[in-house]
Every structure is written in C-alpha cells, then in structure tokens.
C-alpha cells in the first residue's frame, strides 16, 4: 500500500486530511510538527510527505531540505500544503526540491487528485 | 674644520642647487606639477633668511621675545593675505605682470614714472638686505672655522660668484619660461627643507642633547638673572613690527615673485594657510632656547647672531656644525636667488629698457629684455656685494632687516589701493610714496650711509613713550597713505587707468574670456609690423608658443598687410609685457600704432553684463535649491510611506495567512461531508461539524482581534472610561472561566483587598483579563495565583496586578516577542493551539492606553511565569 505522511499543526485541518487520503486507499501516518515528523520518517519509508511549512519548531522548507539531502528518502515525494501564498514562497519551496505547493484553502478533489496521480505515476 | 673643506662644503652645496634646478626644469617637472600646491608653500618659505636663521637668535638673546613679531605678523594676516593673494593672481596672470612694479604701473594707468620710484625704493630697501645675506655667509663660515683666530676667507666671492651665475641662468626666463620657473620652484623649496631641517633638528639635538631640554634651559636663565629675555620689551613697537612684517609677507619682491609669479593655480595659495604658520613654528621652535643656552654657556664676546653654530662647535659635535652652516647658507643663497631675480625683473623693464628707448618709443640701441635682465643681474649683485663690503659690516643682521621691511611697507598704501580703492591715481601714489620713501631715507638710509646710528633724528620724536623705529615707521606710513589720498582725490584718472582701475577692483566678477580677450586699444597696426615688433623682444620659441598658437585658437589668418583684429594687439600687448613691464610695454607698442592710440574697452559693459548674468544665476540657483530641498522632502516622506506601507504589507500578509488556517479547515472539512454524504458514519460527520463551528469562531475572534489592533495602533481607539472595581471585574472573568479551569484540572487563587479603583474601559479591561486568565490556564500545571497590591512609580501611586501559573513558563527565545502581533510560541504543542497570535499585543496596546504597562514580571528559573501591570490608583476617599 502506498504511504503518506501528513504534517500540519492545525488539528482540525490534519482530521480531515486523514480522512480524505484513507478514503483514497493511502497508508495515512500524521506528524503535528517538525520535531514528530522526523521521527516519523527515521521509523518508515513514504512514498509523499504532506508538508505544511510554518510549524512552532522546525518548519517545512527544513523539513524538505532534509529530506532531499537524506540519501535514504530522497526519493519522497514533498507536496507543499501552505497558507504561505506569496510567489516567493512557492518558489523557495519548489527550490528546495518539492514536487508541488498547494496553498491553503485547497479544494479537496484537486488536491486528491494530484496527491493520487503523483503516487501511482 | 679647516678654511679649505669650508670653501669645499660651500662650492659642493651650490653644486647641488645647480643639480637641483637642472631636475626640477627636467625630470622634476612633472613632480612639481602634480604636487604645485606644496612646492608652492615651500616656496614661499623664502621669507625665511639668515635674518630668521641666525639674526632671531642674536635678537632673542639680546633683546628677548620682540623677534616673534616678525613671524606672527604674516601668520596672522595669513587670512587677509589669502583673500588678497587670491586677487593679485588673477589680475597678474590676466594681464601677464611678472613682477610688484608691473602690478602698481599696471594698475595706475601704465605709468612708467611710478614704476621708476618703485624700483628705486625696492632696490634702496632689498640691496642692504641682500648684502646682509652676503655678510651671513662669510660670517658664519668663520665662525665655523676652527683656527679662527688665525685665518680668514673671504668666502663671500667665491658664494657671490656661484649665486650670480645661478641667477643667470634660472632667474632670467623666470617669467615667461615655464621649464626654468620650475627649476627655481625645486631649488627654493629644496633649500626651504634644508634649512627648516636643519634649524629645527640641529636645535632638537643641542637642546635635548647637551642642556636636558628646553626647560631645563629656562630654569638655569632664570637662576642666572635673564628673565627679561623671557618677556616682549617694548609692545609699542612689537604691534607695528607685526603690521610691518605682515605687508611684508606681501610686498617683499621675493615674496611676490614666489607667491604670484610661481603660482600654478589659485587653488594653491589655500594649502599654504598650513604650510607656512607650520613652517615659521618649525624654524623658530628652538630660537628662544638656543639663544639662552648660547648666553649661558659661551663667553660674552661671541656675536650672539652666531649662538647656533657655537654651541654646535663648542660641544664638539663632529657634523652638526656643518649641516647648521648648511641650514644658514640655504636661508641666504634662497633670498638671494629670489630677491636678486625679482629685482633684476624690475630694473630691467623700468630702467634699462626705457634707458634703450628714444621718448618717442624708436630704439636709441638694440637690447632685447633677456640681455637687460642680466645686466640688471649683474648690477645688482655689484651693488649688493659693494654695499656688504663697504656699509653693512657694523649693523646687525636683524636692524638690516627691519629696515628693509619699513622700507617695503611703503608700498602698501599704493597696493592695497590697486586692489580695494578704485579712485586712486597714479599721481597720488607717486606722491605719497616719494613723501613715504622720502622720510624713510631720512631717517635710515643717510644716517647709515654717514655712518651714524639710525633714526636719532629729532624730527620723528612724535610719540615719546614710542621707540624711533616705531615712530618712524608710523610717520611715514600715515604720510604716505594721507598724501596719496588726498592727491588722488583731487586729480583726475586718464581713461586707460579707469580702465585698468575697474579691472583690477572688479577681477573676481569679471569672466575670464573677458578679460582674456578684450580689446584695450583701438589703433591699426598690420600683421607684419606687429610680429616684427614681438620678435624683436621675443625668444624665437616663445612666438610658436603664444602668438601663433592664438591665431590657431581664435581661427585668425595672419595676412602681412591686413590690419590686426583689437584682440591680437591687445595679446600681443601683454606678451611684451611679460617681457618688459605694462610700462615700457606700453611704449614700445604706442610707437608701432597708427590713428588713436588708446582706447579702452568698456569695462562698465562687461560689468553690467555679468551682473546681470549672475543675478539671472543666482535666482537660477536660489529656484534649483528649493527644488532640491523640495525633492529630499519628497524623498524622505516617501521613504516613510514605503516603510510604513512595508509594515502594513507585512501586517496583511499575517492577517490573511492567519485566516487562512481556519478557512482551509472549514472548507475541507465541509467539502469531505459534501464529497462522502451517507457513506460518512454519523459520529465522523458530527465531528466534522463540531470542529467547523470551532474554527468558524477562531475566524470570528481573529476578525475581531485584527480590528482591535488596527484601531489601537493607528490611534483611533474610543475608550469609554469610568470608575472600575477591579477586583469585581476580576470575579466576573473567574467565574466565566472556572469551567474551564476545572477541566483542565486547574486551582485559581486570589489575594489582595476587595476594592481597588481604576479609571477604565470595562470591555477592554475585561478582554485583557480573559486574554491573561485563558493563556494562564493554558500553561498552568495545577495552579493560578492572582494578586493585586498598591505599588508606586516615581512618586505616582498605582495598582499593580500580578498572574503567575506553575507551568514551564516562557521559552527564553519567545521572551523579545512576546508582545509582538501574530507571534505564537514555538513551543504550544501540548495543548491545542486555537490563539490568534494577537492577544498579548492586543492587551499590552490596552494597558497602554491606561497609562499603564503591561510586562513579563518573572519567568522560571527565577519563580514561576509572572505576568503583571500596572494601572493608575484612584483615590476613592476623595
């Protein structure tokens, strides 16, 4: 089964997050920061990380560098999920090695489908 | 040493000012060129003679502080004399004036007359001085001899010879050849560093060396009865010297022959307000020590002139004494190369020259200026060296120089008047220095020549408690000046000298294509005669150099039998007066001139149209200032908009990024109920709706908060203040959140009276109470205690509420930021995190706006999480 790491902050936004992508058929694990994502990717191969970028401790552009620069994940996938919407912020986040930005509020059949077709492609 | 190595060392160092001259018109040249400026004030270093040298030291020992006012004098006019200066050069570069003669005659019409008396007076006045200059050199050579008592030399020819063939070859073309200026431009300066070096390290090493320094010296003059020296004897007398010495520094012909003739740009003459004072420090730092270490150690019948090279040879230096010899010589043979090269100028165009001419202008025989000036050379220098050897032995060597000093000023009154009185004439100046010249020769030049001591004559007995120098001095300056003012005033200026008056008064506003290339004479004279006349008088070279170069310039065809535009004359005019004088210059060119001879140009023209131009210039400038200041204004209120337009950007950017948290999570989660319907289980789908309504009410708040700020920091607040108990809106906030509290398993205390009044707006106090009971609540592990206590700030009385929790307490990295908008600690994972990011800064704004102040109070480890602030007390008695 194909997995996915959720990280986001906001409580409510990661409920229906994990809602959504276990009714797509995806392996759903949730990091509520930085620090817990980490943990998550030492512990477990993804095939997409889910990332949103401001978080209390480590934010997401670390978070992406990280993974781009671990030889053991740099094949994840990095999806952007952001309030951040400022073109500067995009194209720091897609520097940084991610496969897409989607700025918040998303639309949820758009987001399912880029998620799915990103996957299995 | 010995009588030859002395003629040895004196032949070598002239040897070297040849060496010197040679590179300064050769490889020198660029050097001096790209720093004029220092050369320029090292030239006029020239000021300093053995008189300086030797002479301050001999008046010092003898006659105390007076000598100071020599050197005070021209640095304290150092102002006056740049604003004069700045004048006098452009009028000589102008009109080609290549000496002090040529500037007087110039400006008074052109009158050869007054460029006789002149030369006569600077002649009579430099020629002592020069022999003085002779006289230093052979005297301090003997003193340097060991076997002084047994053998003399006259070194005076050998060091007169030398100097003369020096004059002849780089003091002739001095005024129109650029390469041989520069020549004497390096020698002068050289020999201006040579001697200050030499004054003032040879005084270094006797002083600090031999004597403990210089107040050791002062202490044992003191101890031996000669505190008189230490003091000025006659401060009548040392006023005048002052004004004396500072026309001086302007009228000297060495002076003006380095500070105008030698000047390569205006710009020049500000870097000599430095180098001179520094100079003149230099070279008399030691004076005053060294004369009385002199009287203190040698014996009385040495000539205190010479206490310098005494004490060098008296404490057995071994090559001290020769390099102060060298100081000394360099301080004659400058003076005499300067001085005897400005004079030699002055006799040839104002005597020598005229004596070749019929009245008429015809040649009585053929003498171009160059063989006149070195006859004049030579005559000077036989008249120098005569009156050394006949006249000058008894004086000492600063009398001579005072002298020629008050001789000197006499051309002050006809100077200044050149340049600051326009309705001076040549009449009036001849006149009143003939009056002025006249006393002086009374009362110096006769007496001397008769061999009696100077100025004993009743005649000038005018001020009693006055020294016969000084009177003197002032008798014949007030003559002087009165006879030429009241002369002028009642005679009349022919138009050449209005002419010329005009220019030289209005130099500074006049544009140099004026002045450049106005014509100042009217008659007809063709192409071929003019350029017969000019080659007559002028080097071969300097032709290609100026006349044909400005017909190139001013795209004019030289036909041989045409007429000669106005400005080709009036050019070719000042070349020959580069050569001979505006005098004689004058003459020579009336000859060649058919019709009218002279017309001037219309200066008032010239005038009016530039007033015009610069009152039109300066309402330009005056309309381009206010633009600039316009524009700054601009530039400054646009940088604030910028900046404020930033931090509102930044704000926005906050805002939006805050609702966009909530929203994502409302439209998801609304969408995913939409997207699933039935298939959703009842208990999901309830969830869903929950969290929607909470975040729906985060909006809200959010919503609510950002107003608050916004209201609060541009000012537009409304507080509606009344009398507030606080601890009853302390209760109500309590009881709201005890619910809460409970929940999150937390106790909430309270001390502290039961009434405390405050001026307040309810709502708000309520909203800063909520926001510090709910975050405490929030962090707290188990406990919540709120006091309220009567504290004061500088005298004012205040209630101070503190809420502190037992929670971690606040990370050190959030302390800088807690009050700043939207900024959520990094550490609030533990509980949910539905602030807004806005409440402390919102409530700090509102505390604020009370009149009090809002502040983390204590944070672990120094005690538990305290937030506390202040409000104003209101009495309740009253």
């Not at chain 1, 991610?98 to 299995?120: G, Q, W």
């Not at chain 2, 020239?46 to 020992?61: E, H, K, L, M």
């Not at chain 2, 071994?318 to 000394?328: D, K, S, V």
């Not at chain 2, 920091?713 to 109500?732: F, P, V, Y």
Request: charged share 20%; net charge negative; glycine share 6%.
């Amino acid at each position: 089964m194909n997995s996915i790491l959720i990280v986001d902050d906001e409580p409510n936004i990661v409920m229906s997050l994990e809602y959504l992508m276990r009714s797509n058929g995806l392996d759903v694990s949730i990091a509520r920061n930085g620090t817990e994502a980490i943990e998550q990717l030492e512990n477990k191969r993804f095939n997409l990380v889910l990332l949103d970028i401001t978080m209390p401790d480590v934010d997401g552009y670390e978070i992406c560098q990280l993974i781009k620069n671990t030889p053991d994940w740099a094949a994840t996938h990095v999806v952007f999920l952001s309030a951040k919407s400022k073109q500067s912020d995009i194209e720091k986040g897609m520097a940084l090695g991610a496969t897409d930005y989607i700025v918040k509020p998303f639309s949820t059949k758009e987001l399912s489908t880029r998620i799915l077709n990103l996957i299995t492609a | 040493m010995n009588a030859i190595s002395v003629i040895a060392l004196t032949s070598c160092y002239l040897g070297l000012l040849f060496l010197v001259a040679r590179w300064g018109k050769g490889l020198g040249r660029l050097l001096i060129e790209k720093y004029s400026s220092y050369f320029y004030g090292l030239g006029l270093g020239v000021y300093a003679t053995a008189w300086t040298f030797y002479g301050s030291i001999g008046r010092a020992a003898t006659n105390g502080l007076d000598f100071l006012a020599i050197y005070i004098g021209p640095v304290l006019f150092l102002p006056v004399w740049w604003f004069v200066m700045k004048k006098v050069v452009r009028i000589s570069k102008a009109q080609h004036l290549n000496s002090l003669s040529d500037f007087i005659t110039a400006r008074y019409g052109k009158s050869w007359s007054l460029g006789l008396v002149v030369t006569l007076l600077v002649v009579m006045a430099i020629t002592p001085y020069l022999a003085l200059q002779i006289k230093a050199i052979s005297s301090s050579a003997n003193v340097l001899l060991s076997d002084a008592r047994t053998s003399y030399i006259d070194l005076d020819i050998v060091a007169t010879g030398l100097l003369l063939l020096f004059t002849l070859i780089y003091g002739v073309h001095f005024s129109f050849d650029a390469n041989q200026r520069n020549g004497l431009i390096a020698t002068i300066g050289f020999e201006s560093i040579v001697k200050v070096l030499a004054a003032f390290l040879g005084g270094w090493v006797i002083i600090q060396g031999d004597f403990e320094g210089g107040s050791q010296v002062f202490e044992r003059a003191e101890a031996a009865g000669m505190s008189e020296l230490f003091v000025i004897q006659n401060p009548n007398d040392w006023w005048l010297m002052m004004l004396v010495s500072g026309f001086a520094f302007f009228l000297l012909p060495r002076q003006f022959q380095m500070a105008v003739v030698s000047n390569r740009s205006e710009r020049d003459l500000r870097k000599a307000l430095w180098i001179v004072p520094l100079f003149l420090l230099l070279m008399n730092f030691w004076v005053v020590p060294i004369a009385l270490a002199g009287n203190l150690s040698l014996g009385g019948d040495t000539n205190p002139d010479y206490h310098f090279l005494s004490l060098a040879l008296a404490q057995g230096y071994q090559f001290l004494p020769g390099i102060i010899f060298l100081g000394g010589l360099a301080a004659c043979t400058s003076m005499i190369i300067v001085s005897a090269s400005a004079l030699s100028a002055m006799v040839s165009s104002n005597i020598l020259l005229p004596a070749t001419l019929k009245r008429d202008g015809t040649p009585r025989f053929d003498l171009n200026p160059i063989i006149t000036k070195r006859l004049a050379l030579v005559l000077i220098f036989a008249i120098a060296y005569f009156y050394y050897a006949f006249i000058v032995q008894q004086e000492s060597l600063v009398s001579i120089g005072m002298i020629s000093f008050i001789g000197i000023a006499q051309l002050a009154p006809g100077f200044l008047g050149a340049l600051f009185w326009r309705r001076g004439t040549s009449l009036g100046v001849l006149l009143g220095l003939l009056v002025g010249f006249g006393l002086w020769l009374t009362a110096f030049g006769v007496p001397q020549w008769l061999g009696e001591r100077s100025g004993e004559l009743a005649l000038f007995g005018v001020f009693e408690n006055w020294s016969p120098m000084a009177n003197i001095t002032f008798i014949s300056l007030a003559m002087n000046s009165l006879v030429m003012v009241g002369v002028s005033l009642m005679s009349t200026q022919h138009p050449l000298e209005k002419s010329q008056a005009e220019i030289f008064y209005n130099i500074m506003s006049i544009p140099s294509q004026h002045y450049d290339r106005s014509p100042v004479t009217s008659g007809k004279i063709t192409f071929e005669r003019l350029e017969k006349m000019l080659l007559r008088f002028l080097p071969d070279n300097m032709m290609h150099e100026t006349l044909y170069k400005r017909y190139t310039i001013d795209r004019i065809k030289p036909e041989p039998f045409k007429e000669a535009p106005a400005q080709v004359v009036s050019y070719a005019e000042r070349l020959l007066t580069q050569m001979m004088g505006p005098a004689t210059a004058r003459i020579v060119l009336n000859r060649e001139m058919e019709g009218d001879t002279i017309n001037t140009f219309d200066i008032q023209d010239i005038l009016e149209e530039t007033r015009e131009t610069k009152k039109l210039n300066r309402e330009l400038q005056e309309k381009s200032d206010a633009l600039a200041r316009l524009t700054k204004e601009l530039t400054t209120a646009n940088d604030q908009l910028k900046t404020i337009s930033t931090i509102k950007d930044d704000f926005l950017y906050s805002v939006t990024h805050e609702l966009r948290s909530p929203l994502t999570a409302i439209r998801a989660q609304i969408e995913i109920i939409r997207e699933e319907g039935d298939a959703m289980p009842a208990e999901v789908r309830a969830n869903f709706l929950d969290a929607t309504i909470e975040e729906s009410v985060r909006l809200t708040h959010l919503i609510s908060n950002v107003l608050d700020i916004e209201k609060f920091e541009s000012g537009n607040q409304q507080l509606s203040l009344k009398r507030l108990n606080l601890k009853e809106m302390i209760d109500r906030v309590l009881e709201t959140h005890w619910a809460l509290a409970l929940n999150e398993g937390v106790q909430i205390s309270y001390s502290g009276p039961e009434h405390a009044t405050v001026n307040g707006d309810s709502d708000r106090m309520q909203q800063v109470l909520v926001n510090l009971v709910s975050n405490a609540i929030k962090h707290a592990d188990h406990q919540i205690k709120i006091a309220l206590q009567e504290c004061s700030n500088k005298g004012k009385a205040l209630w101070c509420l503190e809420l502190s929790d037992d929670g971690a307490g606040v990370p050190e990295s959030d302390v800088p930021h807690l009050f700043e908008k939207f900024y959520q600690s990094r550490d609030q994972t533990v509980k949910k995190r539905l602030g807004t990011g806005l409440g402390l800064a919102i409530s700090h704004n509102i505390i604020k706006a009370h009149g009090g102040q809002l502040e983390l109070a204590k944070n672990p480890p120094e005690g538990p999480t305290t937030f506390s602030f202040t409000l104003p007390k209101i009495n309740t008695n009253e």
